[in-house]
């Protein structure tokens, strides 16, 4: 079983920065990892995710200001944001897509409110 836990949001102005953090505890080095937001009244996004090889992506909205990483015992995945606007408003939540024996398994975190002004 996997739990993930993010910190790191707030509020900040437009051209600032934040760094998230997702820890994760359980077996996680084989998950592939995201990162998601939801704006009000907006369906939730995906953001940026990155494999258990470590390739990433990012929608093209963040490319070039996002930045996703792992630490080295991936046990905590990052999303350092840089350059923020109005627009990067959001609850961002952090998932794990892991191997099952029969079917994947996903696992969300609670969400950390980032707010831009």
């Known amino acids: 079983h996997v739990q993930l836990v993010e910190s790191g949001g707030g509020s900040v102005q437009a051209g600032g920065s934040l760094k998230l953090s997702c820890a994760a505890s359980?077996?996680?080095?084989?998950?592939?990892m995201e990162w998601y937001r939801q704006a009000p009244g907006k369906e939730r996004e995906l953001v940026s995710s990155?494999?258990?090889?470590?390739?990433?992506r990012y929608t093209d909205s963040v490319k070039g200001r996002f930045t996703i990483s792992q630490d080295n015992a991936k046990s905590t995945l990052y999303l350092q944001m840089n350059t923020l606007q109005t627009e990067d408003t959001a609850v961002y939540y952090c998932?794990?897509?892991?191997?099952?024996?029969?079917?994947?398994?996903?696992?969300w975190g609670q969400g950390t409110q980032v707010t831009v002004s």
């Open positions: 998932r794990a897509v892991c191997p099952g024996a029969y079917r994947a398994l996903e696992y």
């Open positions: 359980g077996y996680v080095s084989r998950c592939w």
């Open positions: 990155i494999s258990s090889d470590g390739s990433t």
